[in-house]
């Protein structure tokens, strides 16, 4: 029950700070994803102040005491700030060290926080004085830093996808176990309030018994080289289904192609079936001409989208379903009955979710609890990925997902669920989030 109520406690964490607006956020990305293509870097919400504000940050954040975790930044790119200035103003937090092996992204971190140690080598961060690090480097690179960083005894924070194969997460796992520090995954959706939200519901059985899942998650780039499109985004629909259905997917298959770089696909269509029979689909793109990361949920009660994009109404719940009259002898029986009810928008206080999950890491590398996204998540998202690719190669013919610990993973998300169903009750009886209708 500890972590369950962990689980819930996220919905409202000490300490968190807004971002002054209730309704969205201020750049129309849940997650903290800057608008900006192309060269995707330094691009974050960062830039905007002098450097001399900068360092007056830097100064209180190391008057913040004794007891701040030390955090080091592996990996300034394109993701990295963001992780770097939540860890720089976050109260308990040190940020002390980045390490990236470009000299213009140290740069970059020499001017916005001049008192913050630079490495270009990630094992000279390691063997810096920090706690605890967070890995924001390309996925092919996860596991050797995360492995190094796990042999130094750090607590580990790892972007998503854990790692690129089944086989190096369970070398992480099994690492983190032996010295005993924390392995988190940064699914950074699983602390999304909308998505806290939606689990909620589901969980709750507000929305009945889910029949299925749609997801889409489309923009124009940003292109990859080295990983498929299913790699880069489909991290965060699977994490999110798993959590949401508590559950995890019995087989996979995909569809995609490869219309702008050849062999790396950029489109892809994954079709998953959950070992209760709900079926779920991911659409996941770096060639749409739209910005879309939508998910829509259909229960026999109700149905709920949730909308990321959307500023002020992240999640709609549609009280609409069809139903069997009651049978009869005549032609009747043969007709199904429409329901339209209200549309409700639930109010959702918004808070930055990447700030929830560094937060949350830095709560559970204090005191050894079991992240909400711990490893065996990201174990089990990596290993989604693997079946998905799989299916991929052999022309969408359904793959098996293979994972080991499955009976501890199914155990661990069930846990999860019965926390966001305890929430869910606290939340109604206190605020009746769901009856803005209009
Ligand atoms: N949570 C989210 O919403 C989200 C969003 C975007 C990216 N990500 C994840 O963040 C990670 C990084 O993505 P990105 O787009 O920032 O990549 P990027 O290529 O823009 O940046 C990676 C940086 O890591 C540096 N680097 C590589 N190996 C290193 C090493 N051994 N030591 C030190 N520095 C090293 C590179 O020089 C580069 O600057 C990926 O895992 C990605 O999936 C997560």
């Not at 079991?370 to 359904?398: M, N």
Request: some cysteine; charged content about 20%; hydrophobic content about 40%.
């Amino acid at each position: 029950m500890d972590r369950l109520l962990k689980g819930t406690a996220l919905v409202k964490p000490k300490g968190a700070a807004t971002n002054g607006n209730s309704n969205g956020h201020s750049n129309g990305h849940s997650n903290g994803h800057p608008n900006g293509h192309s060269n995707g870097h330094a691009n974050g919400a960062t830039n905007g102040a002098a450097p001399e504000r900068r360092s007056n940050r830097d100064r209180r954040a190391r008057r913040r005491g004794a007891d701040a975790l030390k955090v080091g930044v592996i990996g300034c790119g394109y993701w990295g700030p963001h992780l770097i200035r939540n860890f720089s103003e976050i109260p308990g937090a040190e940020l002390v060290a980045v390490a990236d092996q470009r000299p213009d992204r140290l740069d970059y971190v020499r001017v916005r926080h001049p008192g913050v140690k630079r490495f270009t080598h990630h094992s000279d961060l390691l063997e810096a004085d920090v706690d605890a690090v967070v890995i924001a480097t390309p996925i092919h690179t996860h596991h050797a830093v995360a492995r190094d960083a796990l042999l130094a005894g750090k607590h580990v924070m790892v972007e998503k996808p854990l790692t690129s194969s089944v086989e190096q997460a369970l070398d992480l796992i099994g690492l983190a176990e032996a010295r005993g520090t924390v392995l988190m995954a940064a699914h950074t959706f699983l602390y999304n309030p909308a998505v806290r939200e939606l689990c909620r519901m589901v969980h709750s059985k507000h929305l009945g018994r889910i029949h299925y899942i749609d997801s889409a998650r489309l923009n124009l780039g940003l292109f990859q080289r080295r990983v498929n499109v299913m790699w880069d985004l489909a991290p965060h629909d699977i994490s999110i289904l798993i959590q949401l259905l508590a559950e995890l997917p019995a087989t996979v298959s995909s569809h995609g192609a490869s219309c702008v770089q050849p062999g790396v696909h950029d489109v892809a269509y994954l079709n998953l079936e959950f070992e209760s029979g709900i079926l779920a689909q991911i659409h996941v793109s770096w060639l749409d001409p739209a910005k879309v990361r939508r998910i829509t949920v259909v229960g026999d009660k109700r149905m709920a989208v949730y909308n990321d994009v959307s500023l002020g109404e992240k999640i709609r719940v549609y009280d609409k379903g069809v139903e069997h009259p009651p049978v009869t002898d005549s032609f009747g029986e043969f007709q199904l009955s429409y329901r339209y009810g209200d549309v409700t928008i639930p109010y959702i206080e918004w808070q930055e979710p990447l700030r929830l999950e560094c937060e949350h890491f830095l709560h559970c590398a204090r005191t050894g609890e079991r992240p909400l996204s711990d490893a065996t998540q990201g174990l089990a998202v990596v290993a989604v990925l693997e079946a998905a690719d799989k299916s991929l190669a052999d022309g969408g013919k359904p793959a098996a997902v293979v994972l080991p610990w499955q009976q501890a993973v199914t155990a661990r998300l069930r846990e999860i669920r019965l926390a966001a169903a305890d929430a869910a009750v606290i939340s109604s009886a206190a605020s009746a989030p769901v009856t803005a209708a209009f």
